[in-house]
């Protein structure tokens, strides 16, 4: 815990000290801007996995066709199938790990402390009772600009960083950009089953942190806040709206349901492919490493769903058209996109 | 149906997932330690009275435990709100400033216990009988003592107030600093002295309140005074320890006539010492021409009184909270690592003693008993215990826990 606190914590706790006394002595503003630039640091890691994701994404759409005939021949023989599928997987460079594959766990390595690091300086900052003062003395360098800092002002607009919302304000703005920032990355699914369970979860996230959000000193609130800001910025001006203002395909539905029972043959040896298609790429999501995952988990169902349950699938059609059945574009038309 | 468990499965993940996720953030964030508390002890005739992480008040009969006697303490509750010392919110980390615990030490007067509470109340309780005042809100957590000089009570508060009460707790006066206050103020010649977070000291009427001066360091002030002579001793957040002259009788007239609104002078300090490696945090102590002073560096620093130069230095393994006392001719200072030291101050250089290991934490002052040689330690590691350690013999003679109190 010491080298944690060495490299992450008291370099992250400092910084935000210093930057609330530079931003007239504001400690809301300070954790706003620590957010943006940590944020703004992460960008190469967040581009990588981007570049990550892509990649796998072509190499899955490459050996699509030979998957296809893969399980044909061994319908009958599962065993054989997953054999034969993880010797494909292997020629075409691609972990059958998916999201676990070692960029993507290099890449949340390094997010993981830094995002708990800024997480909990945040608290130790805003040291309400004596001891949580005392204790601040320790991870403290001899700046004077930080003792001069100290202790940091805990009101910010009608809050008390220190004490949660009495206004249930925070908690709503924590659901709503977590809920936006999802939507903007998350695929529309052709399964009504995968469909609903995306759906929900994109209600279920923000509800629970919005709930959260309801108890934890509202300085937590604004990181949340500042977060989900952030990465809907990040998004827009990297791919646009994405899927904000895109509709769930409900009139697949039909079609589907005749594709349940070839899914429950060749499901099983799918990898856990992670990301969207390529004309579907995203960054990490609202809420840091939290997001990332949650992002992950679904996007790995929606991968399962293009290419077990369409039956055009079966037909070699491209999966950039089965993940857009009718043709749809990102967001509405006009929206910008840069696939950069 | 296989395909139907899988996909349950995959969901059952899915949301186990996210629950470890959800405690792993949050059990990570909430780092924040829960108010405990750290009441001193204070001996009015044979009765020592404490405050507890409970927010109750024990008074223990000395004579009869000093004779080996097992008397159970005589326990007060002063406010009637259970033992709630938690964060409270998720996972108990969310508002951090509710619990009702004890931190300023008790003081008696006229038959009267005054004690200020964590959730901001003033009270007495009178000795006699057990009867209870109606509390003074102040609005701000209490987290130093009260302290009472002739017919005046005063107590700082977390809302940045000083107030000055009558005996039977009405407001004379308050005063506004600009950050919260969490030291002891200090009254000497007519005039309080009270340290702020808003990095300073001010020197006040006791009459009125007006304000005489103030001083400003380059950090938080969170120790009490110590008024020597016309000099005033304080250490700051900033690393240092400081001598300010203190208020002159001409200066406090001067500022009774100021008209309002009209802004107090700023002093300079006369003298710093700034070689100390962390924030100065409890009151100092005089002995001989030597200012003795903890710091939360691990050390204690013996400095010249007149120019604050450094004599020499005791180093402890742990912080220094608790403010140094004087018992047999022996400065006893308590440290973060548990232990109680002694040290004697008319022996240069002799090392500091290791009178008693308690293995927990020392964050309240100490009590020196002068007549029976005896220092109460309220150490605190879990259990909040309160010792009785007597100096000559290094022997604890007697141990209560404050901090299972049954109703």
Redesign the interface.
């Known amino acids: 815990m010491d080298i944690f606190n060495l490299l992450f914590l008291n370099p992250i706790l400092n910084f935000l000290i210093l930057l609330s006394s530079v931003l007239f002595s504001s400690f809301g503003l300070a954790i706003i801007a620590l957010t943006i630039i940590v944020r703004v640091i992460m960008m190469p890691l967040t581009v990588k996995q981007l570049k990550t994701s892509k990649k796998m994404t072509e190499s899955m759409n490459t050996i699509k066709p030979k998957l296809e005939q893969l399980k044909k021949k061994f319908a009958k023989n599962p065993q054989k199938l997953q054999q034969e599928t993880m010797k494909l997987y292997k020629e075409a460079g691609i972990s059958p790990l998916g999201c676990l594959s070692s960029p993507m766990i290099l890449s949340l390595i390094i997010q993981m402390p830094i995002f708990?690091g800024l997480?909990?300086a945040?608290?130790?900052a805003?040291?309400?009772?004596?001891?949580?003062?005392?204790?601040l003395?320790?991870y403290l360098y001899?700046w004077?600009v930080v003792?001069?800092a100290?202790?940091v002002s805990g009101q910010f607009l009608w809050l008390n960083l220190?004490?949660?919302d009495p206004y249930y304000v925070l908690p709503i703005l924590v659901a709503a950009s977590m809920w936006v920032s999802q939507k903007m990355i998350t695929q529309p699914s052709t399964d009504p089953?995968q469909q609903s369970?995306s759906s929900m979860?994109q209600i279920?996230?923000p509800l629970?942190f919005a709930?959260?959000t309801?108890?934890?000193?509202s300085g937590?609130g604004i990181y949340f806040v500042a977060s989900g800001i952030a990465s809907i910025v990040i998004q827009y001006f990297i791919f646009g709206w994405g899927n904000l203002f895109t509709r769930a395909p409900a009139k697949q539905t039909a079609e589907l349901k005749t594709t349940?029972a070839d899914?429950?043959k060749a499901?099983?040896v799918m990898p856990s492919q992670t990301y969207s298609s390529p004309q579907s790429p995203k960054v990490s999501g609202g809420f840091g490493l939290?997001g990332d995952?949650?992002d992950r988990?679904k996007g790995g169902?929606k991968s399962d769903t293009r290419a077990d349950e369409s039956p055009k699938g079966k037909e070699g059609t491209s999966a950039k058209e089965i993940a857009n059945p009718e043709g749809s574009k990102y967001g509405k038309p006009g929206s910008k996109r840069k696939d950069g | 149906m296989l395909s139907k468990i899988k996909k349950s499965l995959r969901l059952g993940k899915l949301v186990l997932i996210t629950l470890l996720l959800l405690s792993a953030v949050t059990m990570l964030a909430c780092t924040a330690a829960p108010s405990r508390g750290w009441s001193g002890p204070v001996v009015d005739g044979n009765v020592l009275y404490v405050g507890t992480i409970d927010g109750k008040v024990v008074a223990v009969d000395i004579s009869a435990i000093l004779d080996g006697g097992d008397e159970e303490p005589l326990q007060w509750s002063p406010k009637d709100v259970g033992a709630d010392t938690g964060g409270g919110g998720f996972l108990n980390c969310g508002r951090v400033s509710q619990p009702m615990s004890m931190y300023g030490t008790p003081v008696v007067k006229d038959g009267k216990l005054y004690v200020g509470t964590y959730d901001g109340s003033v009270l007495y309780i009178v000795i006699e009988n057990g009867a209870m005042s109606d509390p003074f809100e102040t609005g701000g957590a209490i987290a130093g003592s009260p302290v009472v000089d002739e017919d005046t009570l005063y107590v700082g508060s977390a809302n940045g107030k000083l107030y000055a009460l009558s005996l039977d707790l009405k407001e004379k006066w308050l005063f506004k600093t600009g950050d919260k206050i969490w030291s002891d103020p200090v009254i000497s010649d007519g005039v309080v002295y009270i340290g702020s977070a808003d990095h300073k000291l001010y020197a006040l009427d006791a009459e009125t309140g007006k304000e005489i001066w103030h001083f400003e360091a380059d950090g938080a002030i969170m120790s009490t005074p110590l008024v020597v002579d016309s000099t005033v001793y304080i250490g700051a957040c900033d690393h240092k320890f400081y001598a300010i002259n203190a208020a002159t009788e001409d200066e406090r007239l001067e500022a009774v006539a100021r008209p309002e609104g009209e802004a107090a002078p700023e002093k300079q300090a006369a003298h710093v010492f700034d070689g100390a490696g962390n924030w100065f945090w409890t009151q100092a102590l005089t002995y001989n021409g030597e200012i003795w002073v903890g710091c939360l560096d691990h050390k204690v620093y013996v400095l010249d009184a007149a120019s604050l130069e450094k004599i020499r230095e005791y180093e402890t393994e742990g912080m220094v909270y608790a403010p140094p006392v004087l018992l047999e001719g022996r400065i006893i200072v308590g440290s973060q690592d548990g232990n109680v030291y002694a040290v004697d101050p008319e022996d240069k250089n002799a090392e500091a003693e290791i009178l008693h290991s308690f293995e927990a934490p020392i964050f309240a002052p100490l009590y020196p008993d002068l007549d029976n040689g005896i220092v109460y330690v309220h150490a605190q590691n879990g259990e909040h215990i309160l010792y009785a350690l007597r100096v000559a013999t290094k022997e604890v003679v007697w141990s209560y826990r404050t901090d299972s109190i049954s109703e």
Do not use: N
């Open positions: 708990f997480y909990r945040i608290i130790q805003m040291a309400v009772t004596p001891q949580d003062f005392l204790g003395s320790q001899s004077s003792t001069e100290l202790p220190a004490d949660p089953q369970m979860m279920m996230m629970m709930f959260i309801l108890t934890l000193p937590l349940k899914k429950g499901g099983s939290l995952i949650f988990l169902k």
